[in-house]
């Protein structure tokens, strides 16, 4: 009975390591990368999996060799018991370290790009965060924002293509996450802090915008969309935005008395 529990267990890694060589060819891996950073935070993803992926199958492939090994029904041997080994251990607390080590320093030109390197440049538009939508106001003629002729939108972001921009990303009431699955942006919305986010998209199209953060009862339905457009597209949604922004405000000016 143990070498079927043996065998068993073996297919822990034979299973594990055979999905993940079959989800990239089956759609069922990383969204489609549209962004000038995402190659390099995909290189990262896929360098740490490769090797935790080697310790993983190292270390199955072990247990599974101590349960067939050792199995009670079969090995008349006795108990051997051991207090450790101070050298052992030393080893396998500075191996780690090391590794982890070499991971933070491997990974701090893409933090940089991403995090810290920010455009000298101004905000594109202003995301808030909230119970359970996405608040979007863009700068009106004057190119600045916080103005009288800011534009307004909800739960649909619409950017250039094949140009910077630069989000100023804040949350109204609770924490949220600001998830761009294909721009490979993820950012978290902290309550009373105005976080910069940048990034240039490199396809046009219709994207997800979602929060990756538990944030409330309707956490699952806070999701929008990002549009990625040529720059005379973004133009006209502008100008059109504006129209209809300035046919409310009318409209709500005649009507008071």
């Known amino acids: 009975m143990g070498k079927f529990w043996s065998l068993l267990f073996f297919l822990v890694p034979v299973l594990g390591v055979g999905l993940f060589l079959w989800a990239p060819f089956n759609n069922h891996w990383l969204p489609r990368d549209v962004s000038s950073h995402g190659r390099q935070i995909d290189h990262l993803f ?3 999996l490769g090797l935790t992926g080697v310790v993983f199958i190292v270390t ?3 247990l599974f060799w101590f349960l067939w090994r050792y199995d009670a029904a079969t090995n008349t041997s006795p108990v051997k018991f051991t207090h450790g ?3 052992l251990e030393i080893v396998w607390t500075i191996l780690p370290a090391a590794t982890l080590l070499f991971i933070a320093i491997y990974q701090m030109n893409a933090w ?3 995090k810290l390197q920010k455009p000298d440049m101004p905000y594109t538009v202003e995301v808030t965060a909230r119970q359970f939508e996405w608040r979007l106001r863009y700068p009106g003629r004057d190119g ?3 103005t009288q002729d800011d534009l307004f939108h909800v739960n649909e972001l619409h950017v250039p293509v094949d140009e910077m921009v630069m989000v100023k ?7 949220h996450d600001f998830f761009l699955p294909h721009l490979r942006i993820k950012q978290d919305a902290v309550p009373g802090s105005t976080i910069p986010v940048w990034f240039k998209a490199t396809e046009q199209g219709e994207f997800d915008l979602v929060c990756a953060e ?8 806070m999701k929008g969309r990002l549009i990625i457009e040529t720059r005379d597209e973004y133009e006209r949604w502008l100008a059109e935005l504006e129209k209809k922004q300035t046919a409310v405000s ?3 000016s005649t009507a008071t008395p």
Request: negative net charge; contains cysteine; proline residues 0%.
């Open 144 to 146: 600045a924002i916080g």
């Open 169 to 175: 990303l804040e949350s109204q009431d609770v924490l």
């Open 60 to 62: 199955e492939l072990l």
């Open 112 to 114: 940089a790009e991403v």
């Open 46 to 48: 896929n360098f740490i």
């Open 250 to 252: 009318d409209t709500a």
């Open 85 to 87: 080994s101070h050298n």
């Open 214 to 221: 538990l944030c409330g009862w309707g956490h699952y339905k």
